[in-house]
């Protein structure tokens, strides 16, 4: 079986492929049975919408979502900080838009069941689990909810959320403590506490911000206990016998061109948990592979398309991309196909998407992270 993988799609208008381009992608993905990409952006309905931002509101017409079909993309994760751009009539639009494509999404829904299922490929060596999550950070809202008459559910992506927690050593802790007493915060966070206004009284939060203590000071990523038992029951009560997940994420780090520890350690754990492959987006630009167990971690696979309107604010690395294929045998993987590409940009620029040459590497050539 072979499996594809794309980086993330920015669009917001018509994507521009040469026959050369499009004919090399497609040959590159020809025999996979899926090609799994990411689509940050939002359809528009066909009637009038509010916008869920202000800034980089995303979104394009249901049409443009024909150059991704045509380069060999079968699914495609939602589960990103630019699909509720449009709320939940964007969610909608943007599942039929794909429907009329006969693309698959992953990673969002009507409701949050929907949301949360993977798509089922059944191949013929295997049934094939893909599934789709968004890492955050973002409001609560951007997450498909069910029903709870008389609500309604609401249309959202699925979230496997990373909070950020600020570790502080125990002298960094009395001092937050110190200023916290001085100026009234902790007075005033523990009558909101009393009341049940405020979840987390007193001195583990300074002016909002959640910090624990350790040894030393630290920047620390945990996951979401609801969102991880989620996930873990349902890998494990899902007719699949191999598992794939795209997960998309806007932490990035304190250094964008190389991949944070985090994201390691959390493809690490989910491998433990089941998955095979992890692929990530969020930060645009290339990051390694790894190998762990019989799985692979894709760190940061780049764009694909980035129709960005801050162009000049990004350096040269977000116009470097990969296109990945996977070739897997029962539940080893046998070889990984790269093929570099430079990202396609907007209309009237010089970024054309361009397929370079394929480099094919063996499981063991991967660095390995047991
Ligand atoms: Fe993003």
Redesign the pocket.
């Known amino acids: 079986m072979n499996l594809g993988f794309t980086g ?1 799609a ?1 669009i917001t208008e018509q994507v521009i492929v040469d026959a050369a381009t499009l004919a090399r992608i497609q040959d590159f993905f020809a025999d996979c049975s899926a090609v799994l990409g990411h689509l ?1 952006t939002s359809i528009l309905p066909d009637g009038p919408v509010y916008p869920m931002k202000d800034r980089t509101c995303h979104f394009a017409e249901a049409g443009h979502l024909s150059a991704l079909k045509a380069l060999g993309l079968s699914h495609l994760n939602l589960a ?3 699909a509720f751009d449009l709320g939940p009539d964007g969610i909608v639009a943007t599942l039929k838009g794909l429907a009329v494509h006969d693309l698959f999404g992953i990673g969002g829904g009507i409701d949050r069941h929907s949301a949360c299922a993977p798509a089922i490929v059944t191949t013929p060596t295997h049934r094939l689990a893909l599934w789709g999550r968004d890492a955050g950070p973002q409001p609560d809202v951007v997450y498909a909810s069910d029903e709870r008459p008389p609500l309604k559910a609401r249309p959202g992506i699925a979230g496997l959320r990373i909070d950020r927690e600020l570790q502080v050593d125990p002298a960094g802790a009395r001092e937050l403590n110190r200023i916290s007493l001085e100026t009234g915060h902790s007075q005033w966070s523990q009558l909101r506490a009393e009341i049940g206004y405020d979840p987390d009284p007193t001195n583990r939060r300074f002016y909002g911000t959640p910090f624990s203590v350790g040894d030393q000071c630290q920047d620390r990523y945990r996951v979401n206990a609801t969102d991880w038992s989620e996930l873990d029951h349902h890998l494990h009560h899902t007719d699949a016998d191999y598992h794939a997940i795209h997960l ?3 932490h990035w780090g304190y250094d964008w061109k190389t991949s944070p520890q985090w994201i390691s350690d959390l493809g690490k754990s989910l491998i433990d948990m089941g998955m095979s492959i992890v692929a990530v ?2 930060n645009p630009r290339v990051h390694p592979i790894y190998r762990y167990r019989d799985g692979l971690i894709l760190t940061g696979l780049g764009g694909l398309i980035f129709h960005t309107k801050r162009e000049a604010k990004y350096d040269d690395l977000v116009w470097s991309g990969q296109l990945v294929r996977i070739t897997v045998s029962g539940q080893l993987i046998q070889s990984i196909n790269r093929l570099p590409i430079q990202v396609g940009g907007p209309l009237g620029s010089e970024r054309t998407l361009k397929a370079g040459e394929v480099q094919t590497l063996s499981f063991e050539d991967l660095p390995s992270l047991e």
């Open positions: 993330q920015l940050e990103g900080n630019h998309h994420q806007h987006t969020g």
